[in-house]
């Protein structure tokens, strides 16, 4: 993988930069959206962003693991588990970005 990981801190930054909203306003707005798309999530529905794609819930049963070291079966309690799924759009824009080669890069850079 390359560069480096996105972080709140790199989205508050964006939204100085391309809206210009002061620092501390533009980490409460971070802030509440992520707020309120965990909370939602918390709630078992769904949450969809267009051109992004969408975040859900999927209930999984109990089943028997095995511990890998040991050989021991263990039983792996039922839990909800979050997805995504990306949108068309999306997985247009990461394959667009593969099929792109280092000369290409450093041009659109320029």
């Keep these: 993988m390359k560069g480096k990981t996105l972080t709140r801190a790199d989205l508050a930054e964006a939204l100085v930069n391309k809206v210009g909203l ?3 306003q533009s980490q409460d707005v971070v802030e509440m959206v992520l707020g309120e798309i965990s909370t ?4 078992g529905e769904g949450v ?3 051109s992004f794609g969408s975040f859900g ?12 070291k040991t050989g021991k079966e ?8 979050l997805v995504f799924r ?5 997985k247009e824009r990461i394959n667009e970005g593969l099929s792109e080669t280092p000369e290409k890069s450093v041009k659109a850079a320029e």
């Design 22 to 24: 002061p620092r501390n």
């Design 74 to 81: 263990v039983p792996i309690t039922p839990r909800r588990v």
């Design 86 to 90: 990306p949108s068309n759009i999306m």
């Design 40 to 43: 939602a999530l918390a709630r």
């Design 48 to 50: 969809k962003l267009s």
């Design 57 to 68: 819930i999927r209930q999984k049963g109990q089943r028997v693991g095995r511990n890998p």
